[in-house]
């Protein structure tokens, strides 16, 4: 690095190459020097508050005293580019690049050694590196070499995204005449609005305009719903205008300024016990009942009821912006925006501004995680910011901060349930009766249809004669809660896995036993009549008890218990039934459109958006079989309204087997065109036949599509065939909690799924493990604070604790179920989207495993209510003894 001599310009090197600022802004950090002047939008605005680390880049300087070069990373969210005099920053595109070469740490085929003398960074709670084996079925041995259907192929964008090269919506440069939208939104909870005073904020520099309801020229959102405040305001975060300006620095100003006076109104409602209280519902009861549940009560030998609490759980995706690009003529827009569901974006944009569908194009190129967030409220954001450019004339981007995000949207939603349950002494469950209730926040939004899955889905694997279902979603008085991965599946089952450790506690056996007891044995009908074959998920029990040596290490773990009096280990075993799908047979249909051009390579475009999930690829896959063409000839933009209509939202875990079949049926459309050619010239090539093609005139763009599986529920008779089909599942974990400070550790996982038969292995065990660690965060760690006034307090990653590389087990195997066939889906393959969540609790119930082993040492109760997450603190209280008896209120903790 060269020495540098003071001066009033700003001069510090980014890869390798000067960079001389002679009018540096005080206020601009390095995050935005990167991604607005420099474009390097590899290094990602994620939190703002350096606690994600996103933004990390490593700064070199010079030190004088040793006369060293001394390299150390920062948050670039944190840092002013005016302290960067002469230092040298290194980006992640600065590490590799797909354009010239990756650095090992960012190809995923090779990994660096880690010296002992650096494995100590990872430890807080004694850790190491983490390590496991991945099990799937290979592909016949009779599969043509280049049909790629059932092989473990790479993500296509995986590579761009270990190198910063992957653009997000976010990432997309400023357009000419672009203004910036900052969101106003209320700080009350439950409010008549009695004026909005706008003159300070539309008086400062760079403001253009502040959009307000009076604005929009069509549907303000619904009647219950509404996009911009009107009247009143029914929770702190709600949206009453937008600012417009032309930086984003004078938008936040002109929020700061922007007086709106509010007059209280009562009552003011935040949890689902004061909701109860109040009888504050958003939707009648549902219900679903069997068998004879208070007849099977009077002949049972036991009973036991409890509680179970889960909290909520913010979706913490990337990239929450929304561009919106008003054309020169007949009212069209462009919009490029980061949502699971474009023709919901494209739909209430049309009925905001009042102009035809067809004058909308909603853009999608990858969405940067979903997770059920941003299948409803990304289409508020483009209506909000199309009102602005439709008022303006010029472009606008709104893009939320994290703290803005978590105010203003909502997440999962949490759970109150109280159960009851009835068993002999030999564990077998005669009767249970569970009554949950949501916190559904302040609109319906999707919590009709949450508690409606979490009534269907609750029984999971058991076969419990005598049954009963009833669910409530509350209305209280925060941020709407909306669709999460896993759908109320999560929460649901966490009480019915709750009953079952409490029946193995009072009947004195392991959970595992009791689980077993009462699972499904063989072809049977669910609660709901819908009839479904058990084998798979014997399967995946038996076969993970089995790889996990469960029974061997239970012993192992006892021991290690008796040993050691302030470490306890756990070990917990869960069984998985996860239904797919949507409950609607219109919500199941799905199209693509594929081109073939004259050079031979093939354009896919399909209704479903990369989420991350890999969707794309494993189009490209199913294109590639059913072309008979190597996927090097095949490509996929973007998902785009204009060319593939009226989609449904990717999610349910079904966009892969829907858009599969769209995609497979516009290929075979394709290739039946081409068959007279490639008989009339067998030995030719794929850019022959295609040549020819066009020659005779032979139309080489097809459309498919793919009418979608039928689905009904009928709730007044309690019966249907809601969902398509099941995935199974198991999964083993054993943990090592420190009873003295409630933090534990996760010594081993296991987990074996029926994916039958796997359109792509290496996507989907990557799945299966990320929804493993994220339903794991949802059960240990994420926990969400509130003030008293009803402001979210956990608005970032320093207050909201999210799963990190510290947090995944020590040992973490998958094992995809061999040999398992489903004729419903295409290849036989099976959606794994969401299932893997719940079984993350196999962390929760071996957490609980060791607590109870510490309260019988301490000859305490073994039972105490059930809430998660199950933080530190609360480990700690529930680890009862003389230091947690010095706490005066430890039902806080209970």
Not at 346 to 363: E, G
Not at 509 to 521: C, F, I
Not at 635 to 661: F, K, L, M, Y
Request: aromatic share 8%; with cysteine; glycine share 8%.
């Amino acid at each position: 690095m060269p020495h540098l001599s003071r001066s009033d310009e700003l001069v510090f090197f980014v890869n390798g190459r000067k960079v001389l600022e002679r009018n540096a802004d005080l206020e601009v950090t390095l995050l935005t020097f990167l991604r607005k002047n420099l474009r390097l939008t590899g290094t990602k605005y994620a939190c703002g508050r350096g606690g994600c680390g996103a933004c990390t880049v490593m700064v070199s300087k010079h030190d004088p005293v040793s006369r060293k070069i001394r390299h150390f990373s920062v948050t670039a969210c944190l840092v002013p580019i005016c302290s960067l005099y002469g230092a040298a920053v290194t980006t992640v595109e600065g590490v590799g690049s797909i354009k010239t070469r990756l650095h090992p740490v960012q190809d995923g085929r090779h990994f660096p050694e880690i010296s002992d003398r650096f494995l100590s960074a990872l430890e807080d709670f004694p850790a190491t590196v983490p390590q496991g084996v991945q099990r799937y079925q290979s592909v016949d041995s009779h599969q043509a070499l280049q049909d790629p259907v059932g092989r473990p192929i790479m993500h296509l964008s995986g590579l761009k995204h270990a190198t910063g090269e992957a653009i997000f919506c976010d990432d997309i440069p400023m357009v000419d005449k672009e203004l910036l939208m900052a969101l106003v939104t209320s700080t009350r909870a439950h409010a008549k609005i009695i004026s909005v005073d706008l003159s300070k904020a539309l008086e400062l520099p760079g403001v253009v305009d502040v959009i307000t309801a009076e604005d929009i020229p069509g549907t303000n959102g619904a009647e219950d719903d509404k996009l911009l405040a009107v009247d009143k305001v029914l929770c702190v975060g709600q949206i009453v205008c937008a600012v417009v300006a032309e930086t984003e620095a004078q938008a936040k100003r002109a929020v700061e300024e922007t007086k709106i006076a509010y007059e209280d109104l009562e009552p003011v409602i935040f949890t689902i016990e004061d909701a109860i209280k109040h009888s504050s519902f958003l939707c009648p009861e549902k219900k679903l009942e069997q068998g004879n549940v208070e007849k099977a009560f009077e002949e049972v030998d036991q009973i036991v009821e409890g509680e179970v609490h889960v909290g909520g759980q913010e979706h913490i995706y990337g990239n929450t912006g929304v561009l919106v690009i008003p054309k020169t003529e007949d009212k069209e827009l462009d919009i490029y925006v980061s949502t699971q569901d474009p023709a919901h974006v494209q739909k209430t944009v049309s009925s905001t501004l009042n102009i035809p569908i067809n004058r909308i194009t909603c853009h999608v190129k990858r969405v940067g995680g979903g997770f059920g967030g941003k299948v409803g409220r990304p289409a508020v954001l483009g209506a909000i910011a199309a009102v602005g450019a439709n008022k303006t004339g010029y472009p606008i981007r709104l893009v939320l901060d994290r703290e803005d995000d978590m105010l203003i949207t909502g997440g999962r939603h949490p759970l109150f349930g109280k159960y009851k349950v009835g068993f002999m002494n030999s564990g077998r469950i005669r009767a249970l009766d569970i009554e949950c209730f949501i916190n559904g926040g302040c609109t319906l939004d999707d919590s009709e249809l949450v508690t409606e899955f979490l009534i269907l889905k609750m029984e999971n694997a058991y076969k419990i004669r005598n049954l009963r279902f009833r669910g409530r979603a509350c209305m209280t008085n925060l941020p709407s809660n909306t669709a999460f991965r896993g759908f109320g599946f999560p929460q649901g089952t966490l009480v019915t896995e709750s009953c079952i450790t409490a029946v193995a506690a009072k009947c004195g056996l392991l959970p595992e036993k009791v689980r077993e007891k009462n699972m499904y044995k063989t072809v049977d009908k669910t609660i709901y009549k819908q009839a479904f074959n058990p084998e798979p998920l014997i399967r995946c029990w038996n076969e993970c008890l089995d790889k996990s040596s469960f029974h061997s290490r239970r012993m192992q773990v006892a021991e290690f218990n008796k040993k050691n009096y302030w470490r306890k280990r756990g070990l917990a075993v869960v069984p998985m039934k996860f239904s797919v799908g949507f409950a609607a047979t219109s919500f199941h249909q799905a199209a693509a459109l594929v081109h073939i051009y004259t050079d031979g390579s093939v354009l896919v475009t399909h209704g479903g958006n990369e989420l991350g999930q890999g969707i794309h690829t494993k189009m490209l896959q199913v294109a590639s079989r059913e072309l008979k063409v190597p996927m090097s000839h095949m490509h996929i933009c973007e998902t785009s309204t204009a060319t593939v209509p009226n989609t449904i939202a990717t999610a349910a875990s079904i966009g892969s087997d829907v858009n599969g079949r769209a995609v497979q049926n516009a290929c075979q459309i394709l290739l039946k065109r081409l068959e007279p050619i490639i008989k009339k010239n067998p030995e030719g090539t794929w850019e022959d036949w295609i040549e020819a093609a066009f020659e005779q005139r032979i139309s080489l763009s097809a459309t498919g599509y793919f009418r979608g599986y039928e689905a009904f529920m009928d709730w007044e008779k309690g019966e249907g065939d809601p969902f398509p089909y099941y995935v199974y599942g198991a999964a083993s974990s054993e943990v090592e909690v420190d009873c003295l400070t409630g933090a534990h550790k996760k010594i081993r996982t296991d987990i074996v799924m029926d994916a039958c038969c796997s359109l792509n292995p290496a996507i989907d065990i990557g799945q299966i493990e990320g929804s493993f660690t994220q339903g794991m965060g949802l059960y240990t760690t994420e926990e969400l604070k509130y003030f008293p006034e009803g402001v979210l307090y956990s608005r970032g990653p320093d207050d909201y604790k999210i799963p990190t590389i510290t947090d995944v087990p020590e040992e973490f195997n998958v094992s995809l179920l061999p040999s398992s066939q489903t004729p419903l889906t295409i290849y036989s393959s099976k959606g794994l989207g969401e299932s893997g969540m719940f079984l993350g609790s196999s962390v929760f119930f071996a957490i609980a495993d060791a607590v109870a082993t510490a309260r019988r040492e301490r000859d305490i109760a073994e039972d105490f209510t059930v809430r998660s997450p199950a933080t530190p603190e609360r480990v700690r209280m529930a680890c009862a003894d003389r230091f947690t008896e010095m706490v005066r209120d430890s039902r806080l903790f209970s």
